[in-house]
């Protein structure tokens, strides 16, 4: 299996800037996307940014023009670079990893355990 392991999380004032990673480690033969999730206080989790191979990225609407999602394959890293943060981007974001962990495996999803990114003044 693969782990994950996010970092970044911290208070942060509206309009700053932040940056997620989370980093992978474990045994697998090929990787088909990777993203963020977040979950805010008292609701459900929901999609952020993914990046898929070849580099393809998507956003949520609620992010685009804010937040930038990138990875270093060769480190199985994700980075989230979050700029102009607002309150409403409060919430325990969740890195995720798609892959295969022999070629013709089903894909599977493996989850972080969350880091809290909390926005206010």
């Known amino acids: 299996q693969v782990q994950l392991v996010e970092s970044g999380g911290k208070l942060v004032q509206p309009g700053g800037s932040l940056r997620l990673s989370c980093t992978a480690s474990?045994?697998?033969?090929?990787?088909?996307?990777m993203g963020w999730f977040r979950q805010p206080p008292g609701k459900e989790r929901e999609f952020v940014a993914s990046?898929?191979?070849?580099?393809?990225?998507h956003y949520a609407d609620s992010v685009k023009g804010r937040f930038i999602i990138s990875a270093d394959t060769a480190k199985l890293t994700i980075y989230l670079q979050m700029d102009n943060l607002k309150p409403e981007d409060t919430a325990v974001y969740f890195c995720?990893?798609?892959?295969?962990?022999?070629?013709?495996?089903?894909?599977?999803?493996?989850w972080g355990q969350g880091t809290l990114v909390t926005v206010s003044s």
């Open positions: 995720n990893v798609v892959l295969r962990l022999t070629p013709y495996g089903n894909p599977l999803s493996n």
């Open positions: 474990g045994n697998y033969f090929e990787v088909i996307s």
């Open positions: 990046i898929t191979t070849p580099e393809r990225t």
